[in-house]
Nanobody, 117 residues
């Protein structure tokens, strides 16, 4: 089993930046991908970014240029830097991980990001 714990969310102003962290613990040695999803109010959860063990990354078109994902394998932590936050970025952000590409077996509890205008 793998446990994921997110941190770094909160209430921010439009134009601000923040960094979300996701610490993985447990049987992390075979994790292939880690990523971030978000669920805006009244909307479905969507994948915003992911990173594979080889370092390749994916970004949803809606976040390209503002979101940066990175992974510290030694610390079993994945980060999501968000720049120039917009009110429409308001969402619950979830960290997820899996043992296969695009397989999301493990989920964090979610963390709220609220962007005020």
């Amino acid at each position: 089993q793998v446990q994921l714990v997110e941190s770094g969310g909160g209430l921010v102003q439009a134009g601000d930046s923040l960094r979300l962290s996701c610490a993985a613990s447990g049987r992390t040695e075979n994790l292939v991908n880690m990523g971030w999803f978000r669920r805006p109010p009244g909307s479905q959860r969507e994948l915003v970014s992911s990173i594979w063990s080889g370092g390749s990354t994916y970004y949803a078109d809606s976040v390209k240029g503002r979101f940066t994902i990175s992974r510290d394998s030694a610390q079993n932590t994945v980060y999501l830097e968000i720049h120039n936050l917009k009110p429409e970025d308001t969402a619950v952000f979830y960290c997820a991980a899996g043992h296969k590409v695009n397989s999301w077996l493990y989920w964090g509890q979610g963390i709220q990001v609220t962007v005020s205008s």
